[in-house]
């Protein structure tokens, strides 16, 4: 919004010394046409690479067998290095052609200068461009992200399931008896036999295994609807933030009393929603942590007392 | 014992600071003093402070200053919170440091290496001292951290874990038990001490006298490699750029060095750990930027070579 | 044509990613087991009486460690 108010003053400008433009405004021009229509394609590169990779590496993952998915992680840390390349190749190229022109320019030119504006305008064209590029390779790098995502919850039940197969088929090695597995076990461990006392040593599958490996992953994903809460309380600050702040612009220019005090008003009521969220949102925030190390020990109550202790030292950071 | 050489600057340390600052900012042969007063300084090799006063002095006067700063502050309707506070005592902490040392920042942030679990609770490789008495250290199931580690070295180095096992003389059960203490330590202690020891031993490439004759697999040429890195530093820098360089393009980077310099993952991590502990305790950041501007270039090198494998990269017919 | 260059990159991509060695080899995928360790002095089975570290019958020493609380095992698993 503020930026539109300064479009149209420099614009306003640029009409007015049309017939003095300097020499090297040509060369500018040209170059922030290159910049944009460069920046675009490149865009257009990041948009074509993402999308066609996207189903692919859903694929690969789904009929990726390793437990860590190692097949998988190759085609992705690739796809994301064409990703990263392209990023790259925007940032050599701004620092090669934009900065260098302008801080040649810069160098030659006083500040006081009344054709400085166009080579501070420029820039920040460019800059913005820039930046707008920026945030759409940070969105397809989320959309790369969104591909790694597995729904644990069939993997836990996978886990179940096999527990529930096996828990009374295995016998005492030395008399025979039925030993009842009682829970899913993490790691190795002796069981005694319950007839003779001999001390069996279970080692549990590598699914089961896999067991500690998803079990956070598992708690979030089963409380990402807590955390969620938390993120749009945590962003509402910024949000209510800009609003007063365009409400304060916005009383510069207004002289009627009544009006600005409804103003007033309305800044003083985002003020208070303000002030609200930020106490509101740490809060929020120890909710879902609560909630996600109750439902991790409730996946591994093997690992419960660890995780206590892992839980105090997030809460006293 | 160097104190009494320098009792008179430790006497009235204020008003020494006061001339301190006078000469940094009025005397024209800066430089030169500079340089000297650099080489007179002595050091304790402990504790990095200049041995002409005593830590306590120096406690007291960062505490002085600091104090007076957050006074000032909270009388201003200032709202200053731990972290504020903490930040303060840093800041003023790198102030009374380099004006009593008079020294450059390099030797300020080898002396926070070497100070920064007592400043700052969090421990920095190269400076961790074992204590008998922390519970994090404690042997588990009678096997101590650096027993763990060597471990841990010999199974990353590509021996099977049940030879590993039965070289120590117990069961796989012990052995996962031990692999899921230890890193369970790891996440607990907020101070790092086990991490950054695990790091340090590492580094050392440490054994106990059960597992020396498990030797993993090395070639000739992967034995002459792996020498190099740890001796040269370069060498190290190019294969950790190629590495990464690797991993942009689809390649496992620590199956690829195995492939092709015949390095495995334990000892290339071992060196990589070596090279840091070795930063940290010499801090010099001209030295840093050379050595991670020569990886960058070095990545850039492989990642070009990489991209002629596969056929070039995506964005390679768009230009400015 | 443009779509030809992606699509050809990501066949390669997957092709010499299913083709690498895993560092370390291939995982093993196990079901789980039930064994028992014999004593090796005297052919029993690892009985439990006290502990674990001891074979019931000769006293043979199985583990030389002395065990403290871990996941499973527990102080009290030391043979006394």
């Known amino acids: 919004m503020f930026g539109l108010f300064n479009k149209s003053k420099d614009s306003e400008k640029n009409q007015a010394n049309k017939e003095t433009l300097p020499e090297w405004y040509a060369e500018l021009e040209e170059t922030q046409t290159r910049w944009f229509s460069f920046a675009e394609k490149l865009e257009a590169k990041m948009e074509e690479l993402v999308t066609a990779s996207v189903p692919e590496l859903k694929q690969v993952l789904q009929e990726d067998e390793d437990m860590y998915k190692r097949t998988f992680q ?18 050599d190229t701004y620092e090669e052609k934009i900065d260098s022109i302008y801080y040649d320019l810069d160098s030659q030119i006083s500040v006081l200068d009344k054709n400085h504006d166009l080579l501070s305008e420029f820039r920040r064209a460019c800059s913005d461009r820039y930046n707008h590029f920026d945030d759409k390779f940070d969105y397809w790098r989320k959309e790369l992200e969104k591909t790694q995502e597995r729904d644990l919850e069939i993997e836990y039940q996978k886990i179940l399931d096999e527990y529930e197969a096996i828990k009374n088929k295995f016998s005492c090695t030395q008399c025979g008896g039925n030993i009842e597995i009682e829970k899913i076990f993490l790691i190795e461990t002796f069981i005694s036999c319950p007839y003779c006392k001999t001390q069996n040593t279970f080692a549990p599958s590598t699914q089961a295994r896999n067991l500690q490996n998803i079990a956070r992953g598992l708690a979030e994903q089963r409380t990402a609807h807590l955390y969620e809460a938390f993120e749009t309380e945590d962003k509402k600050e910024r949000e209510l933030y800009h609003l007063r702040h365009e409400l304060s612009l916005s009383k510069i220019h207004e002289s009627d009393k009544k009006v600005l005090s409804e103003i007033q008003a309305k800044m003083d009521d985002l003020e208070e929603q303000r002030q609200f969220a930020i106490k ?5 925030y120890q909710i879902y942590l609560r909630a996600m190390y109750d439902e991790w020990n409730k996946i591994t109550p093997d ?13 006293t950071q | 014992m160097f104190k009494k050489l320098f009792g008179a600057l430790t006497g009235d340390s204020k008003q020494e600071n006061q001339n301190f600052e006078q000469t940094q ?50 009388a201003s309707g200032e709202n200053l919170d ?35 679990l007592k400043y700052s609770g969090v421990q920095t490789s190269g400076f961790v001292k074992v204590d008998e008495n922390n519970p994090f250290l404690e042997p588990v199931h009678g096997v101590d951290l650096r027993t763990y580690t060597a471990m841990c070295l010999k199974i990353s180095a590509g021996v099977d874990y049940l030879e590993v096992c039965k070289a120590m003389g117990f069961e796989p059960v012990v052995w996962e038990e031990l692999n899921t203490i230890w890193p369970q330590r790891m996440g607990e202690d907020t101070s790092f001490t086990v991490t950054t020891l695990f790091g340090q031993y590492y580094a050392e490439n440490v054994t106990v006298p059960q597992l020396e004759n498990l030797k993993a697999e090395i070639s000739e040429e992967g034995a002459a490699n792996l ?94 | ?59 043979f020493e199985f583990i030389t460690l002395k065990l403290t609380d871990g996941v499973y095992i527990k102080k009290e698993d030391n043979s006394i």
């Not at chain 1, 690992?303 to 809460?315: A, G, S, W």
């Not at chain 2, 930040?87 to 920042?105: A, G, K, L, P, Q």
């Not at chain 3, 066949?11 to 004593?39: F, H, P, W």
């Open chain 1, 303 to 315: 690992l419960k007392e660890h995780n206590e202790k892992m839980y105090q030292n997030q809460i």
């Open chain 2, 82 to 116: 731990e972290k504020d506070i903490q930040n303060i005592y840093f800041n003023y902490r790198r102030t009374v440091y380099t004006e009593w040392n008079n020294c450059d920042s390099d030797q300020m942030i080898r002396f926070e290496h070497a100070n920064s």
């Open chain 2, 227 to 320: 020498e190099r890195i740890k001796t040269d530093r370069y060498f190290y820098e190019e294969l950790a750029g190629a590495r990464q360089a690797a991993y942009e393009y689809g390649l496992d980077g620590a199956q690829w060095i195995l492939e092709n310099f015949g390095i495995n993952l334990a000892d290339f991590q071992s060196v990589a750990m070596q090279w840091m502990t070795e930063q940290n305790q010499n801090w010099n950041s001209a030295d840093i930027t050379e050595f991670h501007d020569y990886q960058q270039a070095k990545q850039k090198e492989y990642a070009a070579k990489f991209a002629a494998e596969q056929g070039g990269n995506i964005a390679d017919d768009v230009n400015f």
């Open chain 1, 74 to 91: 190759r085609v992705y840390s690739g796809v994301n290095g064409q990703l990263n390349n392209i990023r790259d190749k925007a940032r």
């Open chain 2, 25 to 74: 900012t009025s005397n024209d042969s800066y430089d030169d003093n500079y340089a000297n007063d650099y080489q007179e300084i002595e050091y304790d090799p402990e504790t990095l402070h200049g041995t002409h006063y005593s830590v306590e002095d120096f406690d007291a006067e960062v505490a002085e200053r600091a104090e007076a700063w957050i006074a000032d502050e909270r």
């Open chain 1, 280 to 284: 509101n949102a740490p809060k929020l």
């Open chain 3, 1 to 59: 044509m443009e779509e030809k260059k992606v699509n050809s990159f990501l066949d390669r991509l997957k092709q010499k990613a299913q083709s690498q060695t895993n560092y370390g080899g291939e995982m093993e995928i196990n079901d789980a087991k039930m064994n028992v360790r014999d004593c090796p002095n005297c052919g029993a089975g690892r009985a439990k009486q006290d502990g674990v570290t001891h074979c019931a019958y000769c006293g």
